[in-house]
């Protein structure tokens, strides 16, 4: 079960405030996003790299997912069929007083996750445009805009 919400965001979070505890790279592509399938490398700077097969349900705030590691071959063979170029991201994760450009800070239930206020650690102004189930601003909807032109 994933449970997050979701941010729009402009700028990464001051380090002093905030260290910052890991960095990754990723590209991912969708083969579906009704439902969700994707694939995701996975690049822990100074670390090793994951490639992973992604299943999704339904829902925004929580909703099942299924991750698999995959083999470069199956990978490669799924990046092709996509067809597309996939998507950059980075992943940061910082030391915050509880849980995580677009920011997505996952919990352990939804009970936390609906009483968490970004302001109440000092992230208000940083976590001010909430996006948890606003349509079109999930990463699924970001592909189809810019991979599919629709």
């Given at each position: 079960?994933?449970?997050?919400?979701?941010?729009?965001?402009?700028?990464?979070?001051?380090?002093?405030?905030?260290?910052?505890?890991?960095?990754?790279?990723?590209?991912?592509?969708?083969?579906?996003?009704?439902?969700?399938?994707?694939?995701?490398?996975?690049?822990?700077?100074?670390?090793?790299?994951?490639?992973?097969?992604?299943?999704?349900?339904?829902?925004?705030?929580?909703?099942?997912?299924?991750?698999?590691?995959?083999?470069?071959?199956?990978?490669?063979?799924?990046?092709?069929?996509?067809?597309?170029?996939?998507?950059?991201?980075?992943?940061?994760?910082?030391?915050?007083?509880?849980?995580?450009?677009?920011?997505?800070?996952?919990?352990?239930?939804?009970?936390?996750?609906?009483?968490?206020?970004?302001?109440?650690?000092?992230?208000?102004?940083y976590l001010s445009?909430?996006?948890?189930?606003k349509p079109g601003?999930?990463?699924?909807?970001?592909?189809?805009?810019?991979?599919?032109?629709?």
């Open positions: 079960m994933e449970i997050e919400r979701k941010w729009m965001v402009t700028n990464w979070p001051d380090e002093k405030s905030f260290p910052l505890t890991e960095t990754y790279q990723m590209d991912q592509g969708y083969i579906s996003v009704r439902p969700t399938v994707r694939i995701r490398r996975e690049a822990l700077q100074g670390g090793c790299t994951a490639l992973v097969l992604c299943f999704k349900g339904a829902g925004t705030l929580s909703r099942e997912e299924i991750e698999t590691e995959i083999d470069a071959d199956l990978f490669a063979r799924l990046e092709h069929l996509i067809g597309k170029p996939l998507i950059k991201k980075e992943r940061r994760s910082y030391r915050l007083p509880t849980a995580f450009w677009y920011a997505e800070v996952e919990y352990k239930t939804e009970a936390q996750a609906l009483a968490w206020d970004p302001a109440a650690v000092g992230l208000g102004d445009d909430e996006c948890t189930g601003s999930s990463m699924g909807d970001y592909w189809q805009q810019t991979r599919l032109g629709g």
